[in-house]
């Protein structure tokens, strides 16, 4: 850690969003794999007798481990991590050094701030990280089999073009940029209302965070549900869904409002409990490296 204080301050931001980003992809991915496959179109009919749509999140979480036993729930985890690690880093250097230049550097940020500059750090770390999002997608999905990130980088730009690494860009933004705004105001909202000695105290503090993460996770991810529904079915049907409207108009007349908030619930843990915990290890790691 004498070796990391040395460091810039935004590159050991980006060092300690990317540490705290690896160990919650990878213990999370079985749900973002079951969200992905419940919001895949194509696993989905609905049922003549009572109209509901099947199958269910259980019923996907057992067939896969029935098919591809217990390591298919890992299914799709190399793009994971290649977007997730890096990607949480770039969010937190991108929020460190936006917070620094507002003079903000150790201050507890407004409500409005704090939506402002999570919509703005995710919106940096969500267009540059825009291709390995699409594959991460096509990977969980089980529609392509890609055989490793290179190839299917290669065979997406070979097949699509530019476009094919693109698709799903505006619900991607507009699932993460407000997730992340709203996440963060709700985070440093509830941060503010405990009293500082638990905070403060190395007994409670890391108990603290991750309660405030819950909190803001679970308000902030049924927010953004419906975009994510359209990202997915964009990124896995470019030809079918050219255009956000386009997959709105089929969500809508296809299953209605509920076809919105598909995946909803694994989704909802995996970014709650994810972000939770990188937020509880970035901020113990940037107590460790001097960031506070």
């Known amino acids: 850690m004498d070796i990391v204080a040395n460091y810039h301050p935004v590159f050991k931001a980006f060092l300690a969003g990317s ?35 099947q199958p269910g999140m259980i019923t996907i979480f057992v067939n896969i481990v029935r098919q591809e036993q217990i390591v298919g729930l890992w299914r799709g985890m190399v793009p994971s991590v290649a977007r997730c690690v890096p990607g949480v880093g770039l969010y937190f250097s991108s929020l460190h050094w936006l917070k620094s230049k507002r003079g903000k550097g150790r201050q507890e940020l407004g409500a409005m701030e704090a939506v402002a ?51 799903g860009l505006g619900p991607t933004l507009a699932r993460d940029a407000p997730f992340s705004g709203l996440y963060l105001m709700f985070y440093s909202q509830t941060k503010q209302a405990v009293p500082k000695e638990y905070l403060q105290s190395p007994a ?55 076809g919105y908030f598909k ?16 937020w509880t290890v970035f901020e113990e790691i940037t107590r460790s490296i001097g960031l506070k």
């Open 19 to 53: 540490f705290s980003g690896t160990f919650s992809t990878i213990l999370f991915q079985p749900l973002d794999l079951v969200k992905t496959r419940l919001q895949n179109p194509g696993h989905h009919v609905v049922a003549a007798v009572n109209s509901r749509i």
């Open 117 to 167: 500059l999570g919509v703005v750090a995710r919106t940096m770390s969500g267009v540059a990280l825009i291709p390995i999002t699409v594959i991460k997608t096509r990977y969980e999905s089980g529609v392509y089999k890609y055989n490793s990130l290179g190839g299917a980088l290669k065979a997406i730009y070979k097949a699509e073009g530019i476009r094919g690494l693109s698709c």
């Open 204 to 258: 409670t503090a890391s108990l603290v965070h991750f309660s405030c993460g819950i909190v803001a996770g679970i308000a902030a991810s049924l927010a953004t549900n419906p975009a994510d529904v359209l990202k997915t079915n964009m990124q896995l049907y470019p030809d079918k869904f050219p255009s956000a409207f386009s997959a709105a108009v089929y969500v809508q007349q296809t299953y209605g409002l509920k």
């Open 263 to 278: 995946g909803a619930v694994p989704r909802m843990l995996r970014r709650t409990l994810m972000a939770a915990m990188a």
